[in-house]
């Protein structure tokens, strides 16, 4: 299966390391450059997981087109550019695309839920809400 996980801080990289670790095709999508060079560079994200290594076969991309020809999305990123990151990627779906909503929280300005948002910018049903207690260092370690 091919995923692509959108958000590079450390809950979308131990997302990454466990569908990786599932011998799943993953690419990261990263909003900022500077992080996806150390990510490519360096093979850790230091300030969001410390010595945790990415795997080199996991690629890191700024290009929100990384969605096409994927099976499943994740989003694991923040709430305030969860809206606008669903407006950028909305071109890009296919029948077989599945989404997992990984981001914590309700926007502020409307109050809406992510799979609100999500349903409102992208014609789907197919979501899945990964939700609870969960702490990406240990995901990432194990």
Not at 2 to 13: P, Q, R, S, T
Not at 89 to 99: E, Q, S, V
Not at 111 to 128: D, M, W
Request: aromatic fraction near 6%; glycine fraction near 4%.
């Amino acid at each position: 299966m091919k995923v692509c996980i959108l958000g590079a801080g450390a809950y979308g990289l131990a997302l990454a390391l466990a569908f990786h670790k599932n011998n799943n095709e993953v690419i990261v999508w990263t909003k900022l450059e500077a992080e996806k060079e150390e990510l490519a560079n360096t093979h850790q994200n230091q300030r969001a997981l410390p010595n945790v290594r990415i795997p080199d076969d996991i690629k890191i991309t700024t290009e929100l087109s990384c969605v096409k020809g994927t099976n499943l999305v994740i989003l694991a990123i923040p709430i305030t550019i969860f809206r606008s990151t669903c407006l950028e990627i909305r071109d890009y779906p296919h029948n077989n695309l599945h989404y997992c909503i990984a981001t914590k929280g309700i926007e502020k300005e409307t109050g809406a839920f992510c799979h609100e948002i999500l349903e409102s910018i992208i014609n789907t049903k197919q979501i899945a809400i990964l939700s609870g207690p969960t702490f990406a260092n240990y995901l990432a370690n194990n």
